[in-house]
């Protein structure tokens, strides 16, 4: 990455956050590796599936969406510590299955925030890994509900994703139906 020294000043107006879409991608599906520039650490060229794979659309409640990019020290040196989070409201035997599917996979993801900037985390070496909290509240208001936690740990910060996904979100499979259990995937 080209080092740039300069002030960090603080924006005017509304400081407006959070996640509002993730899209998911066994890694294996990726085509090639994410094109990223040297000097901005930003992806400049779409991230292609293999033919005959779309993009997996994973929607949880409102609010729950979460990112955090922790840096971190070690003997062997810097690291950036990636995860993702978001809880899914409807858990049975298809939603366990997918996930249980998951668990084995490590997955690619691009995420849009309210800003509507997107970053891309994985690649074709290394990706996401879920694990996940099934929980049953008993309690009058009691809920059932699976917290879906994708971590890595990654030499490099996630970059951003400067490409359009239009056409992602055009192809895309909604990883979750309308009844709410997941859709499976190979």
């Given at each position: 990455m080209k080092p740039v020294y300069g002030d960090i000043n603080l924006q005017p107006g509304a400081h407006v956050g959070g996640l509002v879409q993730?899209?998911?991608?066994?890694?294996?599906?990726?085509?090639?590796?994410?094109?990223?520039?040297?000097?901005?650490?930003?992806?400049?060229?779409?991230?292609?599936?293999?033919?005959?794979?779309?993009?997996?659309?994973?929607?949880?409640?409102?609010?729950?969406y979460d990112y955090i990019e922790t840096d971190k020290d070690s003997g062997s040196g810097s690291y950036s510590e990636i995860a993702l989070s978001g809880t899914i409201n409807k858990y049975n035997e298809a939603v366990q299955q997918q996930l249980e599917t998951m668990r084995y996979h490590q997955q690619v993801a691009i995420l849009t925030d309210r800003n509507k900037r997107k970053k891309i985390v994985g690649n074709t070496d290394a990706g996401l890994r879920l694990l996940k909290v099934h929980e049953i509240k008993n309690n009058p208001n009691g809920k059932q509900s699976a917290d879906l936690i994708f971590r890595l740990d990654s030499e490099e910060a996630a970059p951003y994703y400067l490409s359009d996904i239009s056409a992602f979100l055009a192809d895309s499979h909604r990883l979750i139906d309308d009844d709410g259990a997941f859709i499976l995937y190979e």
């Open positions: 993730v899209l998911l991608a066994p890694i294996e599906w990726l085509n090639d590796d994410v094109l990223i520039d040297f000097d901005t650490r930003s992806v400049v060229a779409p991230a292609a599936l293999k033919a005959g794979r779309n993009w997996l659309l994973i929607e949880f409640t409102p609010q729950s």
